[in-house]
């Protein structure tokens, strides 16, 4: 894992275009922390925060998908190159990363692209739809989470990857795979909407903007998935 002097060395000036994707149901400062840190690390002209649409692993939503939207914009509303993308959450068909990437790269061709995961979500990643695919389009970031060691097969893709791409990530590259270590607070969205529904005050685990929408809507009360 690069530790912050490698990190910096690798975030060179360029167009670079980072896309942090999540159900963010309710977003809160656990996505937020480490989102604006990835941003300043990489040097990135934007992140994107792309919430789905019908996440395939889990269950029903607590709040819909223009509501998730409208959680996320105010909560990035003043921070510097953090942005809520929503093409994923509109879509009706079925929403797949290789779909969005392409998109982004047919917008933004000048642009290097790094597409930053969780290391569960990295762990199955060559079950993904095309994960060849996504390789040639971006570089992918593995989001660490301490305790939680990868599985041979992964380390094995990111050995395959650095031989044929190189360690760090180059403006103008793709297909690299880095793994970065960022601020991780024990904060869960499960909790969150269990804090809510029992009439607990959320405060201080959220930002209160989206405290007070939350609030305003009625979200999360009884009858919302956990």
């Known amino acids: ?86 093409r994923e959450a509109r879509r009706d068909a079925p929403s797949y990363t290789v779909d969005t990437l392409a998109e982004l790269r047919a917008e933004r061709p000048d642009a290097t692209l790094l597409f930053f995961l969780g290391r569960d979500a990295f762990a199955t990643f060559e079950s993904w739809h095309r994960p060849d695919a996504i390789l040639a389009l971006a570089n992918l970031v593995v989001v660490e989470r301490p305790g939680a060691p990868l599985p041979e097969a992964a380390l094995a893709l990111i050995a395959r990857q650095r031989a044929r791409h190189g360690e760090r990530i180059l ?21 969150v909407r269990r804090r809510i529904a029992e009439g607990r005050d959320p405060r201080f685990l959220l930002p209160e903007s989206v405290r007070l929408y939350i609030g305003e809507r009625g979200l999360y009360r009884d009858g919302s998935p956990l």
């Open 1 to 86: 894992m690069p530790d912050d002097d490698d990190a910096s060395s690798a975030a060179a000036p360029g167009k670079r275009i980072g896309l942090f994707g999540g159900t963010f149901d309710p977003v809160h400062h656990g996505h937020l922390r480490p989102a604006f840190e990835l941003a300043e690390r990489y040097a990135l002209e934007v992140l994107y925060l792309l919430p789905a649409h019908r996440p395939a692993h889990r269950g029903p939503t607590g709040a819909n998908s223009a509501e998730r939207i409208a959680m996320l914009e105010r909560a990035v509303a003043d921070v510097p190159r953090l942005c809520v993308d929503t």
């Open 171 to 191: 403006d103008g590259a793709a297909g690299v795979i880095e793994r970065v270590d960022v601020t991780q607070l024990a904060i869960s969205a499960t909790d």
